[in-house]
């Protein structure tokens, strides 16, 4: 273990101070909120502070802050640009050699040489210049508060690669082997219903011939029915053309194929052998909007609507204990309606009504009785609102239709969405008015100042007459530079709206966090996907529950200023939610 003070390094040999008294004379130091602590890629190092028993607080660390500086540039993962060596040779025009390190790499002694010790102390010796000359740029760029929410909420993201999550393997098991009931199910119908409207040539079993997990030769099956007008197999094109039972087969086919490639046996061998826990590591500024990402593996893209049983193998592991899963409630749709001040979104949801609803009854003159939740004017308007969140069009809300069985014109969807924009003029207007800011800038902020940068193909701004909203074309006329331009824009939007809930999320970690320090409490978090936050602790701290809900309503209403900050919280033995 290395540290510098002032000019000076320290480099000691853990091996022989030995741990605990290590851990003794550090822990005082790593978890005084008063010294900050600047390091390189702190999330590594941080498990073996846990090791130690230590929760070390005011973290600072060069590479996420490189991050935050440049994220949406595509030198940024230039390989080593945010590694140590890369940032004293960017920043300090020092080269840091790396030959020494293949020396620590299966050592068996814990004898070092002077050189090695020398290497040890310059890999800590310009940290501090570093940091200090980041931290100007992060004033300069307006992020001095998006630096300070990302130090604060390090040691709570970075526990949850130390603390992992149980996966019970038999209800795994289980699951996969309902998955391939399902898989062979859905391939069954799919034949049946082929060999009902086409010729085909057959299998050594007498079926169709037909590859259904080959997007080519699914495609030329298809147009051999009658489809002629398919240019690609993916579910948007397929939900705007296929007769909807046979949509439904094929995503069904899909699903269940999905969920035993990527959540097959293979994925037991995520599991550690001695805590019986996944260990996922968390990428805090994982997304260019600033969301935090999982990998080896991800937990965060377990199915929740699809197959939702596949989380109910993730339990609390020990008795009587709990997993407590908080969410923020329609944290996007909050977000909007407080950069918007549409009049109908916020007194919905600050009078707690049911926002789709509320839209619905307007946009088509129905009566709450007919706008219920499972009524198919409720779900297009729960399509809409989100086509606003996520960017979409007309060809979208027509897919949405069809899926609920419903044929409408492009003409009929067009008319469907106009009156829609009209509704909540405030939301598209401001959502318009945010793409030309981030045009004219090269970047996109959160409410609290986080940047999301782009480099834009050259455009211009015209009306669009289908809708009334404004086009942004490249000046180009390039197809190519369309679709880019196109994206970069949903983009921009999205970072506005995402990057906000990624702070107000993280906001809510470091004070969960901190307080679960601060009572000594037995309880960790596991777990985040986005704007929900998952602890387990055992059944004595059920008030936890409480204390976490008050601490990302909090949050909320930091960023929040205009809407009512709501979350839910389930407390449950699995992962419900």
Known sequence: MQFSVGDDQYVLNVQKIGEAYLASKLKPFFEERKI????????????????????????????????????????????????????????????????????????????????????????????????????????????????????????????????????????????????????????????QYFSNIG??????????????????????????????????????????????????????????????????????????????????????????????TESDPTLQNIPIKDRPEFRTAFQAQYPKWLLNTTDYSGQELRIIAEMSDEDLWVDALNND??????????????????????????????????????????????????????NKTLDECKAILRNYYKLNSKVVTMIDNEIVRTLENGYSTSLLGRKRFFNFPSYEISINRDTGRLRFSPKSGNQDDAKTLSGMCREAFNHRVQGTGADMSKIAVAGYDRELTRLKSSAFIVNTVHDELMDEFPETEKELSKIKTNKMLDAEAYILKKIKPAVESHISKIWEK
Request: hydrophobic content about 35%.
């Open 199 to 292: 010729k085909f040539d057959l299998d050594l079993f007498g079926l169709p011939a037909i590859n259904y997990k080959s997007n080519l030769e699914l495609l030329k099956a298809l147009k051999k029915v009658g489809y002629t007008n398919l240019e690609s197999t993916n579910d948007i094109e397929l939900g705007e053309h296929l007769d909807p039972i046979l949509y439904d087969l094929i995503r069904r086919f899909r699903v269940f194929s999905k969920s035993i490639s990527t959540y097959g046996e293979s994925f037991l061998d995520n599991i550690n052998p001695v805590t019986g826990r996944i260990h996922p590591r968390v990428n805090q500024l994982g997304a260019d909007s600033g969301r935090i």
């Open 353 to 406: 009504k049911p926002l789709h609803q509320v839209i619905g009854m307007k946009l088509f003159n129905l009566s709450e009785e007919k706008l219920n939740k499972k009524s198919a004017y409720y779900l297009i308007t729960k399509t809409l609102n989100f086509l606003v969140a996520y960017g979409g069009g007309v060809r979208k809300v027509q897919i949405a239709y069809r899926k609920l069985g419903i």
């Open 36 to 191: 900050a602590k600047v390091g390189s890629f702190w999330q590594h190092d941080y498990q073996f502070l846990r090791h130690l028993k230590i929760r070390a607080d005011n973290l600072r660390d060069t590479y996420l802050n490189e991050h935050l500086l440049n994220k949406g540039k595509p030198d940024l993962w230039v390989k080593g640009r945010t590694s140590l060596q890369g940032l004293a040779s960017r920043y300090l025009a020092v080269t840091l050699s790396k030959l020494e390190r293949e020396a620590f790499i299966n050592r068996q002694s814990y004898d070092f040489s002077t050189k090695e010790i020398e290497y040890a102390a310059n890999d800590v010796k310009y940290l501090v210049p570093i940091y200090k000359i980041q931290k100007d740029r992060l004033i300069h760029e307006g992020m001095n508060l998006i630096e300070e929410i990302e130090s604060a909420c390090l040691p709570g993201l970075s526990s949850i690669t130390y603390n992992g999550i149980y996966l019970d393997k038999k209800i795994w098991l289980d699951i996969l082997d309902k998955s391939y009931d399902g898989l062979r199910k859905a391939y069954d119908e799919l034949n």
